[in-house]
C-alpha cells in the first residue's frame, strides 16, 4: 500500500538534460490548475441560460408571451396606475416633499422591476412606511436627502444581495414585523389628521399629533372635516364593491354582462383615483377658499441626472457629502432594512406557496431605487396595497408595470396643472383609508395561542415604534427575541427519571436528559442539574446516566465543564455513564476528559451497571415530588432507559477515555 500521493516526474528527452519543469514544486503547479479549473467552472456557470434566466427574469416569460397576457397585463396595469397617482401625491406629503416627487417615485420602479423581477403581482413605488421613514430621515423635508437615500439604499440593498445576506431577514420574527407594520399604520393614520381637519401644525410623535390636535381642535374648518369623512365612507363601501357577487365573472354572462361586471369591479379597485377626481371637481366648482387645496405641483418630467452629493442648508450653507451622510445618521441602515423587509414579505405573500428567491428580489429592488434616484425618487418598494390590486385585476406577467409606469408619465406632462384644486382632506381621507387595514390586530390571538412569550417582541416593537422611533422598535424587538433564543439555549430543560428496582421501590440508576444541545451558555446550567439529580433521587451513590441524544456538538466549555462534572464524581466514588453520543460529541469529550464512560450498547450498559452496583448504597426512602417520572413497581425497567429499548441503528460497545 503506498503511504502517500506522490506526483510523477516526466523524464527527460535527453539524457544529462535537466527538464525545465523538472524543479518545480508540484504543490504550486497542482493549486494553479485547481484554481483555474475553478475559475472556469465559475464562469461557465455565470454565463449559463440558467444563471441568465434566474438573474434576468423576463428572458423566461417574455418567449412565451401572447395577446392573452397583453390584455391581463394592460388592464391590470392602468388600474395600478389609477390608484398610485392620488397615492403618490399623498405620500409625498407625509414625506415632507413637494407633491410632484411622490409621482417622480412612482414610475421608474415599475419600468426596472419588468425586466429584474421575479414576482409577477409586486409593484415597487412609493408606500406609506417609506415616506414616513424619509421624513424621518431627509432634513426638513430636503428633498436632496430623499433622493440621496434612494440612491444609497438601493446601492446597500443590490450589494446585499451579492453577498447572499437574504439570510439576515430570518432573524425579525413575524411578531416583529407584524409590530412594526402596525404601528407605523396608527403613526401614519395619526399624520393625517391635521389634513383631515383643515388645520396647520407641527408634530412629529403619535403623542404630539393627538395633543396638537386636541389644542388647536377649536380651528377645525368644517369643510374639510365635512369632505374627508364623506371621502372616508365612500372609500369604505367602495372598497366592499369588488367583494360582492355582481363584480365577478360568472359562466354564461353575455359580453355586455361581461363588461358591466368588469367596470363594476374597476369602479371598486380605481376608488382612490375616482373620489380625488370628484373631491378636485367640488372644489374647482366651490372656489378656491371653500377646502384646503394642495397648491402648485411643478409640471412636467423629471431630469435625468446623477442623485446629489451635496446640498444647501435652510439658510443657504453648503453641505458636503459626509455631512449629508451624518445628518441622515442610521437611515442609511434602517430604510434599505425596511424595504427589503416590506418587499420580501409582500412576494411571500402573493407566491401562491412557490419558492421566493430573496436574491433576485434583493437585486431587482436595489436596481429600482438607484435607477430611480437618477429621476429624483424617494425611496421606494413593493407595496401591499397595488400588489393586491395587480393581482385581482388579472395581471399575467411584470409587463404591467409597463401600463402603471406610463399612465403616471402621462399625468406628469399634461396633468400636473389640475392636481392643484385636490382638496387635502381627500388625500388624508385616502392615506388613513389605505393604513388602517394594515394594523394587524388578529394576530395577538394566534400567538397567545401558538407561544405567548412571543407576545413579548410583538408589544416591545409596537409600543417602541409608536411612542419613540420606528427603527428603534425593530431593534427592541429583535433584540427581545435574540433574548428568548439565548434564554432557551442558556437554561435548556432537563428531565431526569428514576428506573426502580423490579424488587422494590429502591432506585437502579437515574437518566438525565437535556433537552439541547451542549455548548458554553448551557455547560452550567446542565452541571448543576446533573449534581442534583445525583444527590436527589440519585442518593449520592446511584448510577446516573446522561442522555446525550440531543447533543449534535460541544465546545471547549463544555468540554471543561464536563470534565469537573466527571471528577465531581469520580470523587465520590458514584457511577456517571454517558449514553446515546454521537461520534462528534464523543471526540470533543475523549479529547480532554480521561474518566469518561461512554456506553451505547445495552448489553455493554448492563457491564457497567452491575460493576457499579457493587458499590452503591441503596436509599429505600424517596421524597414525594421528586425531579422528573418514576417507574412504577413491577415495571421494565428498560422501558425508561433509552439504551435498553429495541434499536434499529449501530450499538457501539462501552468506550472508556484513558489517557
Given at each position: 500500500m503506498m503511504s502517500g500521493w506522490q506526483p510523477l516526474e516526466k523524464k527527460s528527452a535527453t539524457p544529462g538534460k535537466v527538464d525545465e519543469g523538472k524543479h518545480r514544486n508540484p504543490k504550486m503547479s497542482l493549486n494553479y490548475n485547481t484554481v483555474s479549473e475553478l475559475l472556469k467552472a465559475r464562469a461557465r456557470k455565470f454565463f449559463s441560460r440558467k444563471t441568465l434566466n434566474q438573474r434576468i427574469p423576463i428572458t423566461q416569460w417574455l418567449p412565451k408571451y401572447d395577446l392573452e397576457c397583453l390584455e391581463g397585463d394592460m388592464m391590470a396595469g392602468l388600474t395600478v396606475g389609477l390608484t398610485v397617482i392620488p397615492q403618490g401625491i399623498a405620500y409625498a406629503g407625509i414625506a415632507s416633499l413637494p407633491p410632484n416627487y411622490g409621482l417622480y417615485s412612482a414610475f421608474m420602479g415599475c419600468f426596472v422591476y419588468m425586466f429584474l423581477g421575479s414576482s409577477k403581482d409586486i409593484t415597487i413605488g412609493p408606500t406609506a412606511i417609506m415616506s414616513i421613514m424619509t421624513h424621518q430621515y431627509s432634513v426638513n423635508g430636503n428633498p436632496d436627502y430623499a433622493i440621496l437615500l434612494c440612491f444609497l439604499s438601493g446601492l446597500i440593498i443590490f450589494a446585499s444581495g451579492l453577498c447572499n445576506m437574504g439570510f439576515l431577514i430570518t432573524f425579525i420574527s413575524k411578531p416583529v414585523?407584524?409590530?412594526?407594520?402596525?404601528?407605523?399604520?396608527?403613526?401614519?393614520?395619526?399624520?393625517?389628521?391635521?389634513?383631515?381637519?383643515?388645520?396647520?401644525?407641527?408634530?412629529?410623535?403619535?403623542?404630539?399629533?393627538?395633543?396638537?390636535?386636541?389644542?388647536?381642535?377649536?380651528?377645525?374648518?368644517?369643510?374639510?372635516?365635512?369632505?374627508?369623512?364623506?371621502?372616508?365612507?365612500?372609500?369604505?363601501?367602495?372598497?366592499?364593491?369588488?367583494?360582492?357577487?355582481?363584480?365577478k365573472p360568472q359562466a354564461g354572462d353575455s359580453s355586455g354582462m361581461r363588461i358591466a361586471r368588469k367596470a363594476l369591479f374597476l369602479t371598486s379597485v380605481g376608488r382612490n383615483a375616482l373620489?380625488?377626481?370628484?373631491?378636485?371637481?367640488?372644489?374647482?366648482?366651490?372656489?378656491?377658499?371653500?377646502?384646503t387645496l394642495t397648491g402648485e405641483i411643478e409640471a412636467g418630467l423629471p431630469e435625468f441626472k446623477p442623485p446629489p452629493f451635496s446640498t444647501h442648508g435652510d439658510n443657504g450653507t453648503y453641505v458636503g457629502f459626509s455631512d449629508m451622510i451624518a445628518n441622515v445618521g442610521s437611515g442609511v441602515i434602517i430604510i434599505p432594512l425596511i424595504s427589503i423587509l416590506e418587499s420580501i414579505a409582500i412576494a411571500s405573500a402573493f407566491s401562491g406557496g412557490k419558492t421566493i428567491d430573496a436574491t433576485q428580489e434583493m437585486y431587482a429592488l436595489g436596481m429600482c431605487n438607484i435607477i430611480g434616484s437618477f429621476v429624483?425618487?424617494?425611496?421606494?418598494?413593493?407595496?401591499?396595497?397595488?400588489?393586491?390590486?395587480?393581482?385581482?385585476?388579472?395581471?399575467?406577467?411584470?409587463?404591467?408595470?409597463?401600463?402603471?409606469?406610463?399612465?403616471?408619465?402621462?399625468?406628469?406632462?399634461?396633468?400636473?396643472?389640475?392636481f392643484k384644486y385636490i382638496p387635502k382632506a381627500t388625500l388624508a381621507a385616502v392615506i388613513i383609508c389605505a393604513v388602517i387595514f394594515m394594523v394587524e390586530y388578529e394576530i395577538v390571538k394566534p400567538i397567545w395561542k401558538a407561544q405567548r412569550l412571543d407576545q413579548l417582541p410583538l408589544w416591545g416593537t409596537f409600543f417602541t415604534c409608536l411612542f419613540w422611533k420606528l427603527e428603534f422598535g425593530i431593534l427592541v424587538g429583535v433584540g427581545i427575541n435574540l433574548l428568548i433564543l439565548l434564554y432557551g439555549i442558556a437554561r435548556p430543560k432537563v428531565s431526569v427519571s428514576t428506573v426502580l428496582r423490579e424488587e422494590g421501590n429502591e432506585p437502579q440508576y437515574v437518566v438525565v436528559e437535556p433537552r439541547s444541545g451542549l455548548f458554553f451558555p448551557s455547560v452550567d446550567h446542565v452541571r448543576n442539574q446533573v449534581s442534583k439529580a445525583s444527590m436527589g433521587p440519585a442518593q449520592g451513590s446511584v448510577m446516573v446516566v446522561m442522555d446525550c441524544s440531543h447533543f449534535t456538538g460541544v465546545d471547549y466549555s463544555a468540554v471543561k465543564g464536563m470534565k469537573s462534572l466527571c471528577n465531581d464524581f469520580e470523587k465520590r466514588h458514584q457511577p456517571l455513564i454517558f449514553t446515546n453520543v454521537t461520534p462528534g460529541v464523543q471526540r470533543g469529550l475523549c479529547s480532554l476528559?480521561?474518566?469518561?464512560?461512554?456506553?451505547?450498547?445495552?448489553?455493554?450498559?448492563?457491564?457497567?451497571?452491575?460493576?457499579?452496583?457493587?458499590?452503591?448504597?441503596?436509599?429505600?426512602?424517596?421524597?414525594?415530588?421528586?425531579?422528573?417520572?418514576?417507574?412504577?413497581?413491577?415495571?421494565?425497567?428498560?422501558?425508561?432507559?433509552?439504551?435498553?429499548?429495541?434499536?434499529?441503528?449501530?450499538?457501539?460497545?462501552?468506550?472508556?477515555?484513558?489517557?
Open positions: 414585523i407584524s409590530g412594526f407594520t402596525s404601528a407605523a399604520a396608527i403613526s401614519i393614520a395619526s399624520s393625517q389628521l391635521k389634513s383631515l381637519f383643515g388645520l396647520s401644525y407641527d408634530s412629529e410623535t403619535v403623542i404630539e399629533d393627538w395633543s396638537e390636535l386636541f389644542k388647536n381642535i377649536g380651528y377645525s374648518r368644517w369643510q374639510d372635516l365635512t369632505l374627508g369623512l364623506c371621502c372616508m365612507v365612500v372609500l369604505l363601501l367602495m372598497r366592499k364593491i369588488k367583494d360582492l357577487r355582481a363584480a373620489i380625488v377626481i370628484v373631491a378636485a371637481i367640488i372644489a374647482f366648482a366651490a372656489g378656491h377658499d371653500i377646502f429624483q425618487s424617494m425611496p421606494v418598494t413593493g407595496s401591499f396595497s397595488r400588489t393586491a390590486v395587480n393581482s385581482t385585476s388579472g395581471v399575467k406577467t411584470p409587463a404591467g408595470g409597463i401600463a402603471t409606469g406610463l399612465l403616471v408619465v402621462l399625468a406628469l406632462a399634461f396633468l400636473t396643472p389640475y476528559i480521561d474518566n469518561i464512560v461512554i456506553a451505547q450498547s445495552p448489553d455493554q450498559f448492563e457491564a457497567a451497571y452491575k460493576n457499579s452496583s457493587a458499590t452503591s448504597t441503596l436509599n429505600h426512602h424517596r421524597e414525594d415530588g421528586a425531579m422528573g417520572g418514576v417507574s412504577r413497581h413491577g415495571e421494565d425497567p428498560e422501558s425508561l432507559d433509552p439504551l435498553l429499548q429495541s434499536a434499529t441503528g449501530p450499538r457501539p460497545v462501552v468506550v472508556v477515555c484513558n489517557s
